[in-house]
């Protein structure tokens, strides 16, 4: 099953939004530095396997035998109320995640993936439209992840 939402996660994020962003001192707040040092484990695995993190200012994903980039030189601002904001630029715009910190920060909830600006009703209409709208929903309905130690690998 985990297997099938890291598939699930991977794809949605590799489905045409190889992005880039920067990092921004400015916006390094406790929340954000501890999500930024964090490797993203889904809950119940004992901070084993794979994982999402921050590495080198990309987001990316680690199978268990290599790292791939899932967007380059993303962007994360505390937004308050626990929540961490990801944000990458989109031919147009942004594609901003964000995340739902709970229990003390260490546990993550997607709780959405958007575009910003919103996409016009033609765009919603399109292809990628729906991609996107079906990735969103899908993506809340993941599995919680927790915030572990960065790993030395």
Not at 53 to 62: C, H, K, M, P
Not at 106 to 132: C, H, K, N
């Amino acid at each position: 099953m985990q297997q099938i939402y890291y598939r699930l996660f991977r794809c949605v994020l590799f489905a045409g939004l190889l992005v880039a962003a920067s990092c921004s001192d400015n916006r390094a707040t406790a929340v954000v530095s501890k999500f930024a040092e964090s490797e993203l484990h889904y809950i119940g695995t004992g901070c084993e396997g794979p994982f999402w993190a921050i590495r080198d200012g990309n987001f990316v994903a680690f199978d268990g035998a290599a790292y791939r980039v899932q967007m380059e030189n993303v962007t994360l601002e505390d937004i308050g109320s626990h929540r961490v904001s990801m944000s990458s630029p989109l031919p147009k715009g942004n594609l901003v995640t964000t995340f739902l910190l709970k229990h003390d920060d260490t546990v993550a909830l997607i709780e959405g993936i958007r575009p910003v600006p919103d996409f016009t009703p033609e765009q919603w209409a399109s292809a990628y439209g729906a991609q996107m709208r079906q990735a969103s929903e899908t993506l809340r309905a993941s599995p919680s992840l927790v915030l572990c130690p960065a790993s030395k690998s």
